[in-house]
Structures are given as C-alpha cells and as structure tokens.
C-alpha cells in the first residue's frame, strides 16, 4: 500500500508539472495572440488615420477649387472696361499735388487714409487722415 501511495504522490507531482506547463504554453499562445491583435490594431490605427488625412486634404482642396471657381466667375475686364469709359482728365491731381492730408498720410507710417466722395474738392470729396 506504500507503493501504491508513492506512485499516485510521483504520479500528482508529474501530473502537476505537466498541467503547469501546459498552462504556460497556453499562456504563451494567448500573449502571442494578444501581440498579434495589437499588430493589426497598430496597422488598422494607422490606414485610417492616413484614410483621414487624405479625407480632410481632398475637402481643403475641394472648398479651394469651390472658391476659385466662384472667383473665377466675375470677369474683372468687364469692370475694368466700363471704368475706362468714365475716366476724366486730372481724375485724382486735387489728392496728389498739394493736399496737405494726403501728405501727412505719406509721411506717417502707421497712418490710415479715409476717402469719401467721388473724386474731386466739387464732388464734396474728402479726406480724413489718421494720426501717427
């Protein structure tokens, strides 16, 4: 009966050992499992952020092309034209030579020209100059 009681105490010890290692093989394929998951979440982070980044550009491109096409409607000859046709001789002289507010305005840096009127003195044109 004491050999009986050795070999089943011989029989748990390997029978402990062999469930031991097998809890660490299944604990190493479950950490390796693990890593692998943690791979691919890395590589699915990354394709969407780049899939963001490449959203957000063709929307930035998208609002540009949407604004220089609005641009691109208003055909500046046109108004340009029609300007030519009402210009007059002398159109500006009374702001340019002699207008001690326009020279004022020149010589400060950091001054601000306020014009009002349609172009001349006899039009009830003005100017107001900021102060330096």
Sequence with gaps: ???????????????????????????????????????????????????????????????RTDLLNWLSTIDPSKFYNLGLDKLRADTGEWLLNGNQDFEKWQSCPNSFAWLNGKGSPADNSCIAVGTC
Excluded: P
């Design 1 to 63: 009966m004491n050999d009986v009681q050795k070999k089943e105490d011989a029989f748990c010890q390997v029978y402990d050992i062999w469930k031991d290692t097998r809890d660490q093989e299944d604990s190493e394929a479950l950490f390796a499992r693990h890593q692998e998951k943690i791979n691919i979440m890395i590589s699915i982070s990354g394709d969407v952020s780049g899939l963001r980044n490449a959203i957000e550009e063709t929307q930035r491109d998208t609002k």
